[in-house]
């Protein structure tokens, strides 16, 4: 798991904004701690907070806001967890919610029940920020989990000095308060200072996992140094987190199936929306966008931006997925894709092979590869693609570089010749499509069709879903 950064317990002038600047530098969790907030209080500060973040947020008090504000943690401190009955906190869990807990004894965890995704234990150090809350953990501790079988995090105490000696006791991660809010202008140098110590502390400890297909592809060219200890961080956090249910839209008679049965042909949906972004849009927004309108799959397309940078994008975007049950493609990035386990991964036709690829994601994930011509349909087809982006079917503003035109005669004659050859492989279409173009790409035989451009830019993107879906069906 990654670094935790907790509120402090009072309001801070100025502190929706240092808590939006640390999520857009990556922060995968803020714990809001304001025990004397009253709900009024809270929801302005949570307000404030952009909704991209929100889900990344866990809230100690005031539960009953979360779902207003598309929070996914609940956090109960110990007095909350004793009075509360299991049944709560497994209720709290089967709605989709990341719960966690405190203790301050380690033998606590003898017992503490296994529902919790993490449970903090300190004070590990003297606090910075409380005073008298001194650490009550002997000399020469060294963490005992006993049967719990999830994450413990430090707190209490914790700076860049001590962040080391934390993690050699044997804890998960850190959460960090004082150190980072004693000096607020200099919350987010604290945060970057603290987030790289525990990446390379991490790294350095991370030895067991050389000998994984994920170490053994580190010869990647152009994967930077630290890339691999982030995507392992984020593949660790994504592994805790909890799928919340799916809350399907699609046109009767047309369901995407699980990755189990690949084979079948509507396992890959009829529509994919293809992210981007403009001056006024980021990508998150334009999933937001899509997701809001019905669309159920996703491919994260972010272009010209080192893997480090796509990383959290993409973790937003597996959040943002999960919560509307929708299937989340990563393009170009392999390692990303394993990073945060999407369902997919689309490769274009100069990225890597799809069985090196292949042998990197696993067999479960869907591995979608580009073709513009004959020969690389047949290429795609023998390399075992699960699905195929033809286009493009017109000219367009969303990619660069376009490879020769196709148009509805180039669609025809290449699902002709799939036809003859016998190949079901799911075909999708791609390339400045509109719902007009629909039906005639249908009647050719495509699978389904990808669009960019004709839902980020339509006046009611649900009116447009409503009738692509109608072409589609
Ligand atoms: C569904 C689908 N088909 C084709 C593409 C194009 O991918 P690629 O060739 O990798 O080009 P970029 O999108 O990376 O510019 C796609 N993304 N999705
Ligand atoms: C991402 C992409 N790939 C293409 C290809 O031809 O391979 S065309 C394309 C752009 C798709 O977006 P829009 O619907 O806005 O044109
Ligand atoms: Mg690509």
């Not at 995090?153 to 959460?175: C, P, R, T, V, Y």
């Not at 591995?367 to 011509?373: M, R, S, V």
């Amino acid at each position: 798991m990654e670094l935790i950064v907790i509120t402090r317990p009072e309001m801070l002038p100025g502190e929706a904004t240092i808590i939006n600047q640390l999520f857009a530098r990556g922060l995968a969790r803020l714990h809001v701690r304001k025990p004397g907030a009253t709900e009024a209080e809270l929801r302005a500060l949570l307000e404030l907070i952009e909704p991209r973040f929100r889900g990344r947020v866990a809230l100690h008090h005031h539960h009953e806001l979360a779902n207003d504000y598309g929070i996914t943690g609940l956090h109960f401190t110990e007095n909350n967890r004793l009075t509360q009955s299991e049944g709560i906190l497994e209720k709290s869990k089967s709605n989709g919610f990341t719960i966690s807990t405190s203790i301050h004894d380690p033998k606590e965890l003898e017992t503490l029940a296994h529902c919790f995704d993490y449970a903090f234990l300190g004070p590990v150090f003297d606090s910075i920020s409380k005073e008298g809350y001194s650490s009550n953990l002997p000399a020469g501790f060294r963490l005992q989990k006993h049967n719990f079988p999830n994450e413990v995090i430090a707190l209490g105490g914790i700076h860049a000095q001590n962040l080391k000696s934390a993690l050699e006791m044997g804890f998960d991660s850190a959460a960090v308060l004082g150190s980072i809010w004693q000096n607020p202008d200099n919350a987010i140098a604290q945060f970057e200072n603290l987030k790289s110590l525990q990446l390379s502390l991490k790294s350095s400890q991370q030895s067991s996992f050389q000998q994984s297909s994920f170490q053994q592809s580190s010869c990647i060219p152009g994967l930077k140094p630290g890339a691999i200890d982030l995507a392992l961080e984020m593949h660790a956090f994504a592994e805790k987190q909890i799928k919340p249910k799916a809350k399907a839209v699609h046109c009767p008679g047309f369901q995407p199936g699980d990755p189990e049965k690949k084979d079948e042909a509507g396992f890959v949906d009829r529509l994919h929306f293809i992210s981007n972004e403009t001056g006024t849009m980021s990508h998150i927004d334009s999933i937001r966008l899509a997701l809001e309108a019905g669309c159920q799959w996703i491919q994260l397309r972010v272009k010209n931006r080192a893997e480090e940078e796509v990383l959290p994008i993409a973790w937003e975007a597996t959040q943002l997925c999960d919560r509307y049950g929708a299937r989340l493609i990563i393009n170009d990035f392999p390692r990303v894709a394993l990073a945060v386990q999407s369902f997919g991964l689309h490769l274009g036709l100069t990225d890597m092979p799809v069985p090196e690829a292949r042998m990197l994601v696993g067999e479960k994930m869907v591995i979608g590869g580009t073709a513009n011509t004959w020969d690389d349909i047949v290429r795609r087809i023998n390399e075992g693609a699960d699905y195929i982006g033809l286009g493009p079917f017109r000219f367009t503003n969303t990619k660069q570089n376009l490879s020769p035109i196709l148009g509805i005669d180039g669609y025809r004659t290449l699902m002709l010749q799939m036809r003859e050859a016998g190949h079901s492989t799911p075909i999708i279409a791609i390339g400045g499509i509109t719902p007009d173009d629909i039906g005639g790409l249908r009647e050719a035989g495509l699978h389904g069709v990808a669009m960019s451009g004709a839902l980020i830019g339509a006046t009611d993107p649900q009116k447009t879903f409503y009738q692509i879906q109608q072409a589609l069906c």
